[in-house]
Structures are given as C-alpha cells and as structure tokens.
C-alpha cells in the first residue's frame, strides 16, 4: 500500500518562498510519473507540475517561472521549490502520481500567502 505524506507548508508573505516535499512509501515510485496538486478553498483540485522518471517537467501556466518540481528516486521523495509566491497561491497542496491512476491521496500540506 502505497502512502504520501507531505509537508514543508506554512504561512509566508507575498514574494517569499518556501519548499515542500512529499514522501512516497511502497514500491515503483521509481517509474511513477509523479505530480503536485493543489486545491483552494471552495475550488476544484488543480494540477500544478509534473515530473517524469527521469526528470522531464511540466508546469502550469499559473506557476511557471515561480515553481520547481523535483525528486528524488532513491529517497522516494518529490519537491516543489515556490518562490515568488502570491497570494492566489494559497491552498492545500497534494502529490500523487500524474494521469488517471492514483495512490491514496495524503493529507497534503497547507501554504499560506498573506501579509
């Protein structure tokens, strides 16, 4: 049973930075595509970046040139370096695997951007 469990968020101003990770247990995390997700209050769940198993990354429109996804694969870790955060940017964030297929979604980790 695969499990996610990430962390980093917190509360940061307009313009700071901060870095999440998430930790994957169980097997073929290797050769997973994996993603970051985030969902604001009263929105759907959004798709953030993507990162392949060998590194190949995509972002969304919102996010690109502010935020880093990375990973990992002999920690079975992903990160997401943010920087030039704004407050539109203030959600929960996920990770789980790109594409139809998921694990378990985690708790997720909460960031706040606000003066």
């Known amino acids: 049973q695969v499990q996610l469990v990430e962390s980093g968020g917190g509360l940061v101003q307009p313009g700071g930075s901060l870095r999440l990770s998430c930790a994957a247990s169980g097997s073929g995390f290797g050769i997973k595509v994996m993603a970051w997700y985030r969902q604001a209050p009263g929105k759907q769940r959004e798709l953030v970046a993507t990162i392949s198993s060998s590194g190949s990354t995509n972002y969304a429109d919102s996010v690109k040139g502010r935020f880093t996804i990375s990973r990992d694969n002999a920690k079975k870790t992903v990160y997401l370096q943010m920087s030039s955060l704004k407050p539109e940017d203030t959600a929960v964030y996920y990770c789980?695997?790109?594409?139809?297929?998921?694990?378990?979604w985690g708790q997720g980790t909460q960031v706040t951007v606000s003066s």
């Open positions: 789980n695997r790109a594409g139809i297929l998921k694990d378990p």
